[in-house]
């Protein structure tokens, strides 16, 4: 590709993902904003991933071999917070200045540099760590704010290399877009995150077209290439879990809806497109209110189905479902065997529900379950351990009568901004990681030999780093860009001890603040007294509310609610 393939007519959009092309091909996010590019007149889009360790090929685009840098936009899609280091490690390899302070002042130079933008749950979420890598942050749903700013950029081609005074003319919704570049020229957060620029716009689904085109890898055969469609059918989670960052900051739950579903199926087979399976993709697919419904549109059509995970399910028909959709390996999280701890967090299901379900799956067909555990949630006690153990015995009792498997993967908990569980960081100070890690990796032994089988255990320096990452600001940025040595491996990151700590001991303190920062009230879209009282009534061992209006609602203020749904802020 030539470097001058692209006149003030054709733009090029790259679009980016910080890991390997494996787990990028399988982000639905990744063939979302793909296919906005593509859609827009005028553009040229390609998708760039990391470089596999393995890999000896230069740094360019997959299609059409271009370098990085000479395209106009560099689009990011973040999903996990592990991936951030990645995102300078990128620009390094692809001789792009790394921070927006570095390309402002090459622009005002008079060179060509690219746009660097980022989406996605993790920045989303968080955005603070990369902030002074971007020039714009786009807001969870990005489909409408994404496409308007590909149409403004047009003008910026033609017109000025200067973002300020584009972004001054700029015509689209500003709404869910931080302009990022604001904070190389010094900007106070307070300015930069504003209750309205961090408000995004929460369309019904229906209103999303889900790209037909897709070259996926299949989410239970890794090798085979384009065999599987992801299709959405829910963003969001009702069930008001404490620890879960989609189901506190994407409120209220919305679906697509059956006859969105048909639709696609139709032009699925119209345009002949070569899958097999339909991975259906949502935050808890169970919930979905056609589920059934869908299911049975999806077999009529001759398509296998995938469902990632299940909550507990009793309804025969859709067990008959998933027996007649040959779906062998159902995932489950129970998170603990203690109905108690799971009740603080705010996972009300109880042993009994998991187990029929367990039962009525290995009936059904099912030959593998896989099972979610977290170690280490807020007020977890020995006994809570025991009774984990004790269910497990249960479980494996269920499933040895038909040969089922147990595959048991165990998670220490990982505190998330936003949820009520943030606060919950003792067990990543350095002065607890080696106790904890001592009783995190007996606890593993322990439910090995429950199982009789081998246990899948995360590592306790990338949880404690996803932690970091997660819950951390702009002081962390500077450690993002010393990574040469460390590969892609974050649990590598050089982060001072004390730096890790403050980190930790600051999301403490606003326990006893009566409101938080204004530029963090506004990033997390629920309120810091949604937060507090739901921390608070965890430690009591109370319920939380569903979120699930009109009928139901935890008073949570998120910003995309109703007026009449929720209190002030």
């Known amino acids: 590709m030539k470097a001058n393939i692209w006149t003030p007519e054709k733009i090029g959009c790259l679009l980016a993902y910080p890991n390997i092309s494996k787990i990028g091909q399988a982000s639905l996010g990744m063939h979302v904003i793909e296919n906005i590019a593509v859609k827009?007149?005028?553009?040229?889009?390609?998708?760039?991933?990391?470089?596999?360790?393995?890999?000896?090929?230069?740094?360019?685009?997959?299609?059409?071999?271009?370098?990085?840098?000479?395209?106009?936009?560099?689009?990011?899609?973040?999903?996990?917070?592990?991936?951030?280091?990645?995102v300078p490690r990128m620009l390094q390899m692809a001789s792009i200045a790394q921070t927006a302070k570095e390309r402002l002042a090459q622009r005002k130079s008079g060179n060509r540099v690219p746009a660097i933008v980022a989406g996605g749950v993790a920045v989303s979420s968080?955005?603070?760590?990369?902030?002074?890598?971007?020039?714009?942050?786009?807001?969870?749903?990005?489909?409408?704010?994404?496409?308007?700013?590909?149409?403004?950029?047009?003008?910026?081609?033609?017109?000025?290399?200067?973002?300020?005074?584009?972004?001054?003319?700029?015509?689209?919704?500003?709404?869910?877009?931080i302009p990022a570049f604001k904070y190389a020229d010094g900007m106070?957060?307070?300015?930069?995150?504003?209750?309205?620029?961090?408000?995004?716009?929460?369309?019904?689904?229906?209103?999303?077209?889900?790209?037909?085109?897709?070259?996926?890898?299949?989410?239970?055969?890794?090798?085979?290439?384009?065999?599987?469609?992801?299709?959405?059918?829910?963003?969001?989670?009702?069930?008001?879990?404490?620890?879960?960052?989609?189901?506190?900051?994407?409120?209220?739950p919305r679906f697509k809806s059956q006859t969105n579903i048909r639709a696609s199926m139709q032009r699925l087979k119209t345009e002949g497109h070569s899958f097999r399976k339909i991975a259906l993709i949502s935050t808890n697919v169970a919930d979905h209110p056609e589920l059934q419904e869908i299911c049975s549109c999806i077999l009529e059509n001759g398509y296998k189905i995938s469902i990632p995970s299940t909550k507990p399910c009793g309804d025969d028909s859709m067990?008959?479902?998933?027996?007649?959709?040959?779906?062998?390996?159902?995932?489950?999280?129970?998170?603990?065997g203690s109905e108690r701890l799971r009740m603080v967090a705010g996972k009300k299901i109880t042993n009994a529900e998991f187990e029929s379900t367990v039962s009525g799956l290995t009936s059904h067909g099912v030959t593998t379950i896989k099972?979610?555990?977290?170690?280490?949630?807020?007020?977890?006690?020995?006994?809570?351990?025991?009774?984990?153990?004790?269910?497990?015995?249960?479980?494996?009792?269920?499933?040895?009568?038909?040969?089922?498997?147990?595959?048991?993967?165990?998670?220490?908990?990982?505190?998330?901004?936003?949820?009520?569980?943030?606060?919950?960081?003792?067990?990543?100070?350095?002065?607890?990681?080696?106790?904890?890690?001592?009783?995190?990796?007996?606890?593993?032994?322990?439910?090995?030999?429950?199982?009789?089988?081998?246990?899948?255990?995360?590592?306790?320096?990338?949880?404690?780093?996803?932690?970091?990452?997660?819950?951390?600001?702009?002081?962390?940025?500077?450690?993002?860009r010393v990574m040469e040595q460390a590969g892609r491996n974050a649990s590598k990151l050089q982060i001072p001890e004390e730096i890790i700590d403050e980190v930790f001991l600051n999301i403490v303190k606003l326990l006893d603040r009566s409101d938080f920062p204004r530029y963090l009230s506004n990033i997390i879209p629920v309120s810091s007294k949604f937060l507090i009282r739901e921390w608070q009534d965890a430690m009591k061992g109370l319920p939380s509310?569903?979120?699930?209006?009109?009928?139901?609602?935890?008073?949570?203020?998120?910003v995309n609610c109703s007026d009449t749904n929720k209190q002030e802020r």
Request: with cysteine; charged share 25%.
């Open 40 to 86: 827009q007149q005028g553009y040229v889009a390609d998708t760039w991933y990391y470089p596999d360790l393995h890999e000896k090929q230069k740094i360019a685009s997959v299609r059409m071999r271009g370098p990085p840098n000479i395209f106009s936009i560099i689009g990011f899609s973040c999903a996990f917070e592990l991936d951030y280091p990645n």
């Open 126 to 177: 968080n955005p603070l760590v990369l902030l002074p890598f971007l020039d714009f942050i786009f807001i969870f749903d990005a489909e409408r704010t994404f496409t308007e700013f590909l149409q403004n950029y047009m003008d910026r081609y033609e017109e000025t290399m200067d973002l300020e005074i584009w972004w001054k003319k700029y015509t689209g919704t500003k709404r869910g877009i």
């Open 188 to 252: 106070p957060l307070e300015e930069l995150f504003t209750k309205d620029a961090c408000k995004w716009d929460a369309r019904p689904l229906d209103a999303f077209d889900v790209p037909l085109s897709q070259e996926l890898l299949d989410p239970e055969d890794p090798s085979a290439l384009g065999t599987s469609y992801l299709l959405e059918i829910g963003r969001g989670c009702g069930e008001g879990c404490r620890f879960c960052l989609i189901g506190n900051h994407q409120r209220p």
């Open 319 to 336: 067990l008959r479902i998933i027996e007649a959709a040959g779906i062998q390996t159902i995932t489950i999280a129970p998170e603990t």
């Open 371 to 480: 099972i979610y555990l977290l170690f280490g949630l807020p007020s977890e006690l020995p006994s809570d351990l025991d009774e984990t153990i004790t269910f497990l015995e249960k479980l494996r009792e269920i499933t040895s009568k038909r040969g089922t498997k147990i595959h048991v993967t165990l998670n220490p908990f990982i505190p998330k901004l936003g949820t009520p569980f943030m606060f919950h960081v003792q067990n990543f100070l350095s002065t607890a990681t080696q106790a904890f890690k001592k009783t995190y990796e007996a606890f593993a032994v322990r439910i090995e030999k429950a199982c009789r089988g081998k246990v899948d255990v995360m590592n306790l320096k990338e949880a404690r780093m996803q932690a970091v990452l997660s819950l951390g600001g702009v002081e962390l940025a500077p450690f993002l």
């Open 545 to 558: 509310a569903r979120c699930q209006p009109p009928g139901s609602c935890s008073r949570c203020m998120h």
